[in-house]
C-alpha cells in the first residue's frame, strides 16, 4: 500500500513553521507498515494544490493532506479535494453541532465563516476532532483516497490516532504489528554497535533505531497474516533487546513515557515525589503533571529561580550561594534536601543550571547543569553539560532529571529488597 | 523568480528526522524575494529523484536540493542531478585538495568513499563548504538552475550565506519584507471580519493569518526595488492594524512571543511576578521562564497539585476547599492572594483546572479552569472552558492566564497613568 503526504499551508512554504506534521505523519505511516515515497509541501492555492493532487493520484493509492482546512477564506484543501474528485460539498449536521457547542463553551458566537467547517465532500467519511472544529475527512473516489486532517498538531495526532490509523490497518490484508522498545542514557550509536548484528541481519521482523532527547527508542516491526503471527514474530526479538540493555529500558510500550515509566516505578513502591527547580522553571513537574493521575504521587513543586527563592522556600545557605554560587553542586544537594525537609515527600529532584544565551562563564559555561535527587535522605548529584540553544538545554535537563529519579529510585528499591 | 526545494533523504521520509531545512531554505527564500511554491522530499532513490526533477524543472526556473551528498553509497543527489542535466561527473582539484586537508587536520585518512565527494557535474560552479567535505554546486543547464546543498543543517547554512545568497541576489531585482502583527484573545474568523476589506483589496503589501494557541497573528509582507520601499509599503497597513485592534496586539515584532511581551510590559513598569499552579503544573512558570534574563522579575513559583499544599503553601483556607472544590472561584482567589502574601511580588498569577482525562463531573466538567490574577491587591477571577485532552486544556490554560495578566496589569497601569 503505498501512500503520500501533502502539506497544505503558505506559512509552511515561507518557512514561518516547521513541518512537524509531515515527520509525525511520515513515522505513524512506516509504523502502521504503509509505504511512502513522497512528501510536498503546497501553498494555500487552488490551482497548485490541483496539480499536486494530480501527481500524486497518479503514483500513490492514499494521499494524506494536512491544514487549510480552517473557517477562514484561505484554507481551500477540501474545497479543492471535492472539485479534484467531481464531489459536491454538503452540510454535516454533526459537524454543525459540534461547532455550535464548541463555541457555547467559550460563551462564544460561531462566526458566519465557521460555518464552512461543516461542509464536506459528499458521501466522505467525515472523522471527529475532539481538539478542535474542523473535523477531518476520508474521500474515498476514482481519482483515489484522500485523508485530510487539521495542521494544528494536537488536532492532527488525536484525530489520526482516533479515526486514520484503525482506518489504513483496515485496508491492508496484512497485519503489521511494531513495539517499541525505549532506553534512557545511551547515544544512538551505543545502541546501535550494541545490536549491528540484529541490524544486518533483519528482514522480519525489521529493527530500527530512533534518536529522542536523552533517549533511543528501538522499534521492532512484524508482518503476518494475523497479529498472532506478527506478535509471535516480535516477541523473541524484544526478549533478547532486554537481555542487552536490562535497567536502560525503562518501557517496552509504545504508549509509555519516561514521565510515566518514572510515575509508575514510584506508584509501585508507594513513594510520593516533588521538585525544586531553578533553570527548568516548572518544566520538571509540568512533565511529571503529563501524567493523568499522578496527584496521588505529586505532592509539591517549587520554582526557585531567584537565590531568595533557594533559601526561603528550601533552606539553601546564604554561604552556600556565595562561596559556591546558585550553579554548582552544593546548591543542588541542599536544594534537594531542604525540598524533602518541606515537603516530607518520599522521593525530591532537584534543578540548577545555566540555560543561556547569558549567564555563560569560562567555569560555568552555558549548558551546565546540576540535578540531584533525594531518595529517603541518600542524595545523589549529578554534572551534566548539555549542548545547544536555551529550550534544547532545558529539555536535556528535564529528561535527565527523569533519567536520574528513576535510577536513584531502582537503586534505592534493590537495597530494600536485598536487605529483606 | 520561482524556486523550488527538494529534500533528499529517506530518513525524511521515515520521519526519523523533521525537515528543518526545507522552513530555514524557505524563509531565507522569502526574504530574499524569490517565490517558492513547492518543497517536495524524495528518498535516496535515483528513479523518484529523476522524476522529481522532472516534475520541478518544468514548473521552477531555480531548484534548490539539500541532502545526498555524503560519501556513501546511498548518496546519490549529484550524480542523478547529473544524469538529469547530461553532465559529465569531473574531479574538482580544489575539493579533493579540501578533503584532503580536512581530515589531515583530524589527523585521519580520507577512505576511497570520500573521494567521491570531489566528483562533480561538468562547468557546474563549485560552492565551499566551510564546515564539512561535501562540497555545494550550482549547475546551470538547459533543464534549468540546480542548487545542491549538503543535509547537515550547519554545512547547509553557512553555504547558502556564503555562496548561495550573493548567487540568488545578482539574478533578482527584488526584496521582499514582512512583519507581523501578533493579536491574543480573538479567533481567526473574528480576526479577518474585521481586515475583510483589507484582504480582499491586497495585492502588494499581501496581508494573512495564522491561527496558534489563544493567538492570531497576521502578516502583512511587502515587495521592493530596496528595502526601504518595501518598508514604506508595510507600515502604514500595520499602523491601520494597530487602530483596529488596539490592545488586543501584543506585539509587531516577529520575535517577540506573548510571554516576552508580558515580559517587557513588567519590566517597564517595574512590577514582579510569581505563579501558582495547579493543573498546569509548573507550565505558566516554565513558559515564562523561556524569556532570557526574566530572573529580574520572576521570583518564585508553586506548584499545588495538592490540597494540602494549597493550604500550606498558598493558605488556601480548609472550608473554601471543602465548600468550593480546589476547582472553584473561591480557590483560584485564595491562591492567588496567598501567593502574594508569600512572594512580596507585585503581580500574582494562580491556575487551578480539570485538565483531564479523569476528575470530571457534570457540574465541574473537565476543561473547566479558573485562573486568577492578582496586581498589588487587585484580584481578577476567570472562569475558562477548555476543550480538548489533558495536553491541550494545559497549553490553552497557559496562554489564558498570560493574556489574563496582560490585560489586568494593564488595566492597572492605565489607572495609574490616569492617577497622575
Known amino acids: 500500500m503505498k501512500a503520500e503526504i501533502i502539506c497544505v499551508g503558505t506559512e509552511l512554504l515561507l518557512g514561518n513553521i516547521v513541518n512537524t506534521n509531515a515527520a509525525w505523519l511520515a513515522e505513524r505511516l512506516a509504523g502502521l507498515g504503509v509505504s ?9 492555492n487552488r490551482e497548485r494544490l490541483l496539480e499536486t493532487l494530480g501527481i500524486a493520484a497518479k503514483r500513490s493509492e492514499i494521499i494524506l493532506l494536512s491544514g487549510g482546512l480552517g473557517p477562514t477564506q484561505d484554507d481551500m484543501t477540501k474545497e479543492t479535494v471535492a472539485e479534484f474528485c467531481k464531489k459536491k460539498l454538503v452540510m454535516d449536521d454533526k459537524s454543525r453541532a459540534h461547532i455550535e457547542e464548541y463555541f457555547a463553551a467559550r460563551g462564544m458566537k460561531p462566526s458566519e465563516n465557521n460555518w464552512k467547517q461543516a461542509m464536506v465532500p459528499e458521501g466522505c467519511r467525515v472523522l471527529d476532532n475532539h481538539n478542535g472544529t474542523a473535523p477531518g475527512m476520508v474521500v474515498e473516489s476514482a481519482k483515489g483516497r484522500f485523508i485530510l486532517l ?33 532506553t534512557c542514557g545511551l547515544s544512538e550509536s551505543a545502541v546501535e554497535e550494541q545490536i549491528r548484528d540484529l541490524i544486518d541481519k533483519q528482514s522480519n521482523p525489521t529493527i530500527a533505531t530512533y534518536a529522542k532527547t536523552g533517549e533511543v527508542h528501538i522499534r521492532v516491526t512484524a508482518g503476518g497474516e494475523t497479529a498472532k503471527e506478527a506478535g509471535k514474530l516480535i516477541k523473541p526479538l524484544v526478549k533478547e533487546l532486554k537481555n542487552r540493555f536490562g535497567n536502560d529500558i525503562y518501557t517496552t510500550e509504545d504508549e509509555v513515557t519516561l514521565e ?14 516533588s521538585c525544586a527547580e531553578s533553570c527548568t522553571g ?22 526557585t529561580y531567584s537565590n531568595k527563592a533557594k533559601r526561603r522556600l528550601l533552606g539553601v545557605k546564604k554561604g552556600t550561594l556565595q562561596k559556591y554560587g546558585a550553579v554548582s553542586s552544593q546548591t543542588a544537594e541542599e536544594m534537594v534536601k531542604g525540598l524533602l525537609a518541606e515537603t516530607k515527600t518520599d522521593v525530591g529532584i532537584a534543578v540548577t543550571g545555566i540555560a543561556g544565551p547569558d549567564g555563560g562563564t569560562k567555569e560555568k559555561p552555558v549548558g551546565l547543569v546540576y540535578i540531584s535527587c533525594n531518595v529517603k535522605g541518600k542524595i545523589t548529584v549529578k554534572e551534566c553539560h548539555f549542548k545547544g540553544d536555551r529550550e534544547k ?3 536535556s535537563s528535564v529528561t535527565a532529571a527523569l ?18
Open 150 to 182: 487539521p495542521g494544528p498538531p494536537e488536532e492532527l495526532h488525536l484525530m489520526f490516532e482516533e479515526s486514520v490509523a484503525p482506518y489504513l490497518k483496515a485496508l491492508s490484508p496484512n497485519v503489521i504489528l511494531s513495539q517499541t522498545v525505549k
Open 393 to 395: 538545554v532545558r529539555r
Open 282 to 303: 516548572g518544566l520538571v513537574s509540568a512533565t511529571l503533571i503529563n501524567v493523568p493521575g499522578i496527584s496521588e504521587l505529586y505532592k509539591a513543586g517549587f520554582v
Open 36 to 44: 511512502c515515497f513522497y512528501q510536498t509541501v503546497v501553498g494555500d
Open 260 to 273: 510515566k515509566a518514572l510515575a509508575d516505578l514510584l506508584t509501585s513502591a508507594e513513594l510520593t515525589i
Open 403 to 420: 533519567m536520574l529519579a528513576r535510577s536513584c529510585v531502582l537503586e534505592y528499591l534493590s537495597k530494600v529488597t536485598f536487605g529483606k
